[in-house]
């Protein structure tokens, strides 16, 4: 689906939802800190293995038929993934970074979850769903989500919460077709934030993020 498709099919459905409002419409455009891309490219968890190990993590994906890439696909398989995600999410107000020999894709606060609540937003909804179809289409691959919070509040409190936003996404992309058995989760909490100290409601917004990380499953 291109992107002039898509935003054809969401005015033509708010033009018939007119007086009951439209639960289609996309994000509006976020005004994201200057450095939230760059920062905290560096994450040791970013470079590490996948979510619970890759042996186990590969016996379920194979117990699911899903077959691996040869290790000479790999990178092309993940370019065509970076090029569709970066198409079909463009103006969302998220981040497609290439880390290592996967995908990040980061999401700020604005897009994800109200404060203190692990229930997903209708405006991530859209976010996600667009997520969701590309890592359907791109089977070959283990999906891992983190959560993280601000440095607010207590770290007990946060790696809970955390945790729960994480499972949150896992679950909503594995009801919209992603396979779960790709798919595994992690808060973090506050021990990863993007700044430190934080020194502006910007900045603990820029914290409290998603990311999902896409790393290609080679045999």
């Known amino acids: 689906?291109?992107?002039?498709?898509?935003?054809?099919?969401?005015a033509l459905g708010c033009s018939?939802?007119?007086?009951?409002?439209?639960?289609?419409?996309?994000?509006?455009p976020l005004?994201?800190?200057?450095?939230?891309?760059?920062?905290?490219?560096?994450?040791?968890?970013?470079?590490?293995d996948v979510i619970g190990g890759h042996r186990v993590r590969a016996a379920k994906m194979r117990a699911a038929k899903i077959r691996p890439l040869t290790a000479a696909a790999a990178p092309a398989y993940i370019a065509e993934l970076d090029r569709e995600l970066r198409v079909q999410t463009a103006g969302?107000?998220?981040?497609?970074?290439?880390?290592?020999?996967?995908?990040?894709?980061?999401?700020?606060a604005a897009l994800t979850f109200d404060s203190g609540s692990a229930g997903v937003k209708p405006e991530f909804d859209a976010?996600?769903?667009?997520?969701?179809?590309?890592?359907?289409?791109?089977?070959?691959?283990?999906?891992?989500?983190?959560?993280?919070?601000d440095l607010s509040g207590s770290?007990?409190?946060?790696?809970?919460?955390?945790?729960?936003?994480?499972a949150a996404v896992a679950t909503y992309l594995?009801?919209?077709g992603v396979s779960r058995a790709r798919i595994a989760s992690k808060g973090l909490g506050e021990t990863s934030p993007l700044y430190s100290p934080e020194t502006s409601e910007t900045e603990k917004?820029?914290?409290?993020?998603?990311?999902?990380?896409?790393?290609p499953f080679t045999g």
């Open 127 to 149: 976010t996600l769903l667009e997520i969701a179809r590309e890592l359907k289409t791109h089977s070959q691959s283990f999906v891992d989500v983190y959560a993280h919070t």
């Open 174 to 176: 594995a009801g919209h």
């Open 1 to 10: 689906m291109s992107v002039c498709r898509s935003v054809k099919a969401i």
């Open 16 to 28: 018939i939802a007119l007086f009951a409002g439209c639960s289609t419409a996309p994000p509006p």
């Open 31 to 48: 005004v994201r800190p200057a450095a939230f891309t760059p920062l905290g490219l560096n994450a040791p968890y970013l470079y590490g």
């Open 92 to 108: 969302i107000g998220l981040d497609i970074l290439r880390v290592g020999n996967g995908i990040v894709i980061r999401i700020p």
């Open 205 to 215: 917004a820029a914290n409290r993020r998603v990311e999902i990380r896409v790393l």
């Open 155 to 166: 770290p007990g409190p946060n790696q809970a919460l955390s945790d729960r936003r994480a």
